[in-house]
């Protein structure tokens, strides 16, 4: 698939969420949409009625982030409600093989989110269920947070288990995803870049996403894994 751009409308005007995604547009793979419950994360946002509405408005398909407990029981609502792809957190799943399944058979692309602290190995025999694989660089909850280095080892494990298992798994990047930080992510080995406060802060959010999609490019195909 190459490089894909999703910027986050967490960082984005919620009272005119159809403008927002309009203005990236014209440049952008997806929309990401940040949907958190103030239990798994402390933060707040919107749920299904907003995602539903989005999804008919919206020129982007929706990439939906799940930052909520009880997961198994909303995320399938989630991909009914119009979401192209649907990403539940490992941490919040009882039973994630079974969620994976059950999310394709809604439909979207599966895919799982690991926080920062959450090793990837354990999942190796699991990835195989899943269409992406999230892995967050910051903690989940609040746009705008610094990039966590720490996270480029998992990053690289993801992609060498993805190569070595010849799986077509994407591989996302959120949090902290900007000009300073896209390259050593790509690198490493991620391909979806999540950027909320460095396309929406930007005086001109298209620029931005044009921006990140070059270096991500550039970084890529100079890199251990993305080279022909
Ligand atoms: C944070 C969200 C991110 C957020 C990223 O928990 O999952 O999608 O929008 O924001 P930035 O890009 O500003 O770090
Ligand atoms: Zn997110």
Known sequence: MGVQISPSILSADYTDLAAEVARVAPVAD??????MDNHFVPNLTIGLPVVERLAEVSELPLDVHLMIADVDRWAPDYADAGARSVTFHLEAATAPVRLARTLREHGVRAGMALRP??????????L????MLLLMTVEPGFG????????LPKI?????????RDLDLWIQVDGG?????????????ADVFVA?????????????????????????????????
């Open 30 to 35: 997806w929309v990401h949409v940040d949907v």
């Open 117 to 126: 602290a959450t090793a990837v190995e354990p999942y190796a025999d699991l």
């Open 128 to 131: 195989a269920e899943l269409d």
């Open 144 to 151: 705008g947070q610094k990039f966590l280095d720490l996270v």
């Open 156 to 164: 690289r494990a993801a992609r060498e288990l993805v190569k070595g």
């Open 177 to 189: 995803v900007a000009a300073e930080t896209v390259e050593r992510c790509a690198e490493a080995g």
């Open 196 to 228: 909320g406060s460095a396309v929406y802060d930007a005086d001109d959010p298209v620029a931005a996403v044009e921006g990140l999609r070059q270096q991500a490019e550039a970084a890529t195909a100079a890199s251990w894994w993305g080279r022909p």
